[in-house]
């Protein structure tokens, strides 16, 4: 079995973006060695059973909580990394991850693994269509910057907040178009009021795990869109630790494709 790789990193910068996204720069001499990652990788931060970020690598004994997160910028040469983390809260009980985000000085250390690649839009296409909430905005802002100038169709982003807008880099032919979160089936519902272009659309979507199952109904039951043309997937679910979800994902799935 493949060791897996850890990485240490120091905090270097902290800045809260807007009222539910906060951005750390991570830096350390182990991001020169971090291997390239395109739009939409992702990144493991490590904690302890008590919610303590990982200061040192962990041994086999440890008891090692997992908490993912889109790299939504990487300097290889500058030795940095850019995560930006959604806030789910106030205090320990907002999750181990987003209470280490707010509180984190310059200087504060933590260890991560990866970097790991998730799907990205499917390659074959007329034009585009991503979707998600606040988890995913990391991963669609990449997603959109990494986009062929000429690239056509929508971004539709479920924030919490008016002020969670941001400034995002994309093809002139996309058309952003933020909403503010009403419930599971706010962006689902949305799919039936873009005027669907010509052509074949590749569809990336990510969300809260119910959210993610809306869409994907939506989609089957009212859209002839191949499934190859399509990924959705879910990054959270209410309610539910990360590890708790994963194991909820894979029941899910297997339902699904069965």
């Not at 599971?184 to 799919?191: F, K, P, R, S």
Request: a negative charge; one cysteine or more; hydrophobic letters at 35%.
């Amino acid at each position: 079995m493949k060791k897996r790789q850890y990485y240490q990193v120091q905090v270097q910068s902290s800045q809260r973006l807007t009222p539910t996204m906060q951005r750390l720069i991570l830096a350390g001499e182990d991001l020169h060695k971090f291997p390239d990652t395109p739009a939409g990788s992702y990144i493991k931060l490590l904690f302890n059973q008590y919610g303590e970020p990982f200061t040192q690598s962990p041994t086999p004994e440890d008891t090692v909580l997992m908490r993912t997160y889109t790299v939504r910028d990487a300097d290889a040469n500058a030795g940095t990394l850019t995560v930006d983390f959604m806030l789910h809260g106030e205090g320990v009980e907002s999750g181990p991850a987003s209470h280490w985000a707010v509180t984190a000085q310059p200087g504060d250390t933590i260890y991560f693994g990866g970097p790991g690649s998730s799907k990205g839009l499917a390659e074959e296409r007329d034009w585009v269509l991503l979707m998600g909430d606040m988890t995913a905005l990391p991963a669609i802002s990449a997603q959109l910057a990494a986009l062929p100038a000429d690239t056509k169709g929508y971004a539709v982003i479920s924030i919490e907040h008016q002020d969670d807008k941001q400034v995002l880099t994309h093809p002139e032919g996309i058309d952003i178009i933020w909403v503010e979160n009403t419930g599971t089936d706010t962006l689902a519902g949305y799919l039936n009021k873009l005027e669907w272009l010509a052509g074949t659309p590749a569809i990336w979507a990510a969300c809260e795990f119910s959210s993610m199952r809306a869409i994907r109904s939506t989609l089957d039951e009212q859209f002839d869109v191949p499934r190859s043309q399509v990924y959705v997937t879910s990054y959270w679910r209410k309610g539910r630790s990360e590890d708790q979800h994963k194991i909820d994902k894979r029941e899910d799935l297997a339902k699904y494709n069965g």
